[in-house]
């Protein structure tokens, strides 16, 4: 098992799904795609356990992810994993395009307009469709910034830094 920095949470079991086992996973990021290509996983309990287990299989459900873990064939052998986050290392997640970013790395930068005023971090990101919408905050207020190439013009991972160009009226009340 890696470093925890090397750990991603992609996840967190939500339920259980029939008498076989499988278990109802809700993606973070609103991507299955990811969660579907997993050939193991951590759990993570709020205590901050981790236990790591191979996966047998996984598949699309009515818009959740149901993952079934090999060697766990009945629900009272996975119903100790409900409420538990889903990692997984990030050697195993695919890479990203140019200009792509997994959620992870997006929150807690810290967002900056290109005229140097500071709006705080990015506290939760969600998305809408036709864009995700960065929720940014500040200690006193909140901003919601669309993710659209002509709001969002720089993202440094290593600076931890966000730039964005307001449109006109975003921040108006």
């Not at 973070?28 to 047998?56: C, H, K, N």
């Given at each position: 098992?890696?470093?925890?920095d090397d750990l991603v949470?992609?996840?967190?079991?939500?339920?259980?799904?029939?008498?076989?086992?499988?278990?109802?996973?809700?993606?973070?990021?609103?991507?299955?795609?990811?969660?579907?290509?997993?050939?193991?996983?951590?759990?993570?309990?709020?205590?901050?356990?981790?236990?790591?287990?191979?996966?047998?299989g996984t598949r699309m459900?009515?818009?959740?992810?149901?993952?079934?873990?090999?060697?766990?064939?009945?629900?009272?052998?996975?119903?100790?994993?409900?409420?538990?986050?889903?990692?997984?290392?990030?050697?195993?997640?695919?890479?990203?395009?140019?200009?792509?970013?997994?959620?992870?790395?997006?929150?807690?930068?810290?967002?900056?307009?290109?005229?140097?005023?500071?709006?705080?971090?990015?506290?939760?990101?969600?998305?809408?469709?036709?864009?995700?919408?960065?929720?940014?905050?500040?200690?006193?207020?909140?901003?919601?910034?669309?993710?659209?190439?002509?709001?969002?013009?720089?993202?440094?991972?290593?600076?931890?830094?966000m730039k964005v160009s307001?449109?006109?009226?975003?921040?108006?009340?």
């Open positions: 098992m890696g470093d925890a949470t992609l996840g967190k079991v939500v339920g259980t799904h029939g008498i076989r086992g499988e278990l109802q996973l809700v993606s973070y990021s609103g991507e299955y795609e990811t969660l579907t290509s997993l050939r193991s996983v951590q759990f993570r309990w709020p205590t901050g356990m981790i236990r790591d287990l191979p996966v047998a459900h009515g818009g959740k992810v149901l993952l079934r873990l090999e060697r766990h064939n009945d629900i009272n052998d996975v119903s100790q994993y409900i409420g538990c986050e889903v990692l997984v290392p990030r050697s195993q997640l695919p890479e990203l395009e140019e200009g792509e970013y997994y959620w992870h790395d997006l929150l807690g930068l810290r967002v900056i307009t290109v005229s140097g005023e500071d709006l705080g971090q990015i506290r939760e990101i969600f998305a809408t469709g036709s864009n995700d919408v960065y929720e940014v905050w500040d200690g006193h207020r909140e901003y919601l910034i669309p993710a659209t190439e002509e709001v969002v013009t720089e993202i440094d991972l290593v600076a931890r830094i307001p449109m006109e009226g975003l921040f108006d009340l």
